[in-house]
């Protein structure tokens, strides 16, 4: 009876509703195995696809990988989606994030470029007094000063005021000559080189009285800096009484560090401020380079000359200034005033449009480009350059992150190159990069941490070779 019910309960409709549920969900089982085995099997080797594993960082320590979301152990912040493509898909020194994570990484780019751009060489220094506008007033003869006109340092003198009234028995002897008229001529020469003028000879001439004394003229106009002497002083030939400078004109001498004097040149002009005068901007020449450099301080001297007619500046004066230089390649520098023209290698100030002579010192004038300067070129010979932020520098070993252009997610491809000197806010690329390629400018140092987790090559790890850093799935 107990077998007759059983085959009597299959029979009915409830045992045949159950019997089709149980073979549904065996054949699922099946196909989701099947279809399971299928996206992780082997074959996908050979269609040259993986699967992506979803990872999750910190955009502030792109150290800390987890395998689920969270909060870094370092700063507390919400972990972002990595999503990390096997190397099948990219090149060993590549690098795919998720656009969220280039967002939060705050990455920034910057176009290569050819340009001409300018450079600042800030330096600093003080002002001096013109070497060749600064004259001692000596005596020509021996003898005794019986006055002295100026008797105090900083007073302002013209060329041509009386500065010393000397006695002196050497200069009576010479004039007594004058009077015999068969020592005229001589005497007249003789009296000229002891420092009398061509009025004060004719004045003996005219009285027939010979002098005792002897006034000693100022040669040029100016601020006498130095009293050597006091009245009642016994004086030789060629000793100093006075110290006179032409402030109209200074000079400012500079320091320059070494790594600048590649866009330094003699005839650039250059702008400096000082403390007395905020705000107001001086300009003057360059017109003396120092060819030796200081051991100590690693800087070279620059001399500027300054126009200072209306007498503001003072020597001693402490001063900032700049040299803006046009970067037309590596120590190559461009000046549009300068281009094609002659200049004086003595005065800076004298440029001509052809060759010739220097109106001052009479030297010969010297092409502009024999002192460093090149005529402007096209766009299309300008250096190439990118932002001082792009390359990371460690050593003699430049790394750049080149975004690769054309891909479905952010993708960064890290690249040596070879950096030629700096330039403001650029640096020139001699060898590495193409115009028109794009470098990562910020959030580089994140992608090479990132790199350097992947054990590929970075910065600090040329060779990708993998820090020990444990597993990335605990912190440290």
Same mark, same amino acid.
């Given at each position: 009876m107990k077998g007759n019910g059983?085959?009597?309960?299959?029979r009915s409709k409830p045992a045949k509703l159950v019997l089709v549920i149980i073979i549904a969900f065996i054949l699922g089982y099946i196909v989701s195995s099947l279809t399971h085995k299928?996206?992780?099997?082997?074959?996908?080797?050979?269609?040259?696809?993986?699967?992506?594993?979803?990872?999750?960082?910190?955009?502030?320590h792109p150290e800390i990988i987890r395998d689920k979301p969270g909060r870094c152990p370092k700063c507390g912040m919400d972990l972002i989606p990595l999503t990390i493509s096997s190397a099948a898909e990219i090149g060993p020194r590549e690098l795919v994030?998720? $656009? $969220?994570?280039?967002?939060?990484?705050?990455?920034?780019?910057?176009?290569?470029?050819?340009?001409?751009?300018?450079?600042?060489?800030?330096?600093?220094?003080?002002?001096?007094?013109? $070497?060749?506008?600064v004259k001692n007033i000596t005596a020509y003869v021996p003898g005794r000063i019986d006055r002295l006109y100026v008797d105090f340092t900083g007073i302002t003198v013209n060329k041509g005021d009386h500065m010393v009234y000397l006695y002196s028995p050497e200069l009576i002897s010479a004039q007594r000559e004058l009077l015999l008229p068969s020592l005229k001529e001589a005497a007249r020469e003789k009296l000229r080189l002891l420092g009398l003028d061509a009025e004060q000879i004719e004045n003996i001439e005219t009285s027939g009285k010979t002098q005792t004394h002897i006034t000693i003229n100022s040669p040029m106009g100016g601020i006498v800096i130095h009293k050597?002497?006091?009245e009642g002083m016994y004086v030789d030939t060629g000793t100093p009484i006075y110290t006179v400078a032409d402030l109209s004109r200074l000079w400012v001498k500079l320091d320059a560090y070494e790594s600048d004097l590649l866009w330094i040149r003699y005839g650039q002009e250059v702008e400096f401020t000082t403390q007395?005068?905020?705000?107001? #901007?001086?300009?003057?020449?360059?017109?003396?380079?120092?060819?030796?450099?200081?051991?100590?301080?690693?800087?070279?001297? #620059?001399? #500027?000359?300054v126009d200072n007619s209306q007498g503001r500046l003072k020597p001693q004066m402490f001063v900032k200034a700049i040299v803006h230089s046009q970067v037309a390649g590596v120590g190559k520098i461009m000046a549009a005033e300068l281009a094609g023209k002659w200049i004086c290698p003595m005065h800076p100030d004298v440029v001509k449009t052809q060759a010739g002579s220097c109106d001052i010192c009479g030297m010969d004038l010297v092409t502009t480009e024999s002192l460093g300067y090149v005529k402007a070129d096209t766009p299309e010979k300008a250096p190439l350059v990118i932002p001082v932020s792009a390359p990371l520098i460690t050593g003699k070993r430049a790394v750049v992150y080149v975004q690769v252009p054309n891909t479905e997610k952010p993708t960064y491809q890290?690249? $040596?190159?070879?950096?030629?000197?700096?330039?403001?806010?650029?640096?020139? #690329?001699?060898?590495?990069l193409q115009e028109g390629?794009?470098?990562?400018?910020?959030?580089?140092?994140?992608?090479?941490?990132?790199?350097?987790?992947?054990?590929?090559?970075?910065m600090m790890n040329p060779q990708g070779e993998k820090a020990p850093t444990g597993h990335p799935g605990h912190s440290h």
């Open positions: 059983i085959k009597l309960w299959f299928h996206t992780l099997g082997p074959e996908d080797k050979y269609s040259g696809k993986q699967a992506v594993s979803q990872k999750w960082t910190c955009s502030m994030i998720s $656009e $969220e994570a280039a967002k939060l990484m705050e990455i920034a780019t910057s176009v290569v470029q050819r340009k001409f751009v300018t450079n600042e060489i800030r330096m600093v220094g003080k002002i001096d007094y013109d $070497e060749t506008r050597n002497a006091t007395a005068y905020p705000g107001q #901007v001086f300009k003057g020449t360059i017109s003396f380079i120092d060819p030796v450099l200081n051991d100590k301080t690693r800087t070279v001297k #620059v001399r #500027v000359n890290g690249r $040596e190159i070879m950096l030629g000197p700096r330039a403001g806010d650029y640096y020139i #690329v001699e060898s590495g390629e794009i470098v990562v400018t910020n959030g580089n140092f994140k992608i090479d941490s990132a790199m350097q987790i992947q054990a590929k090559p970075s």
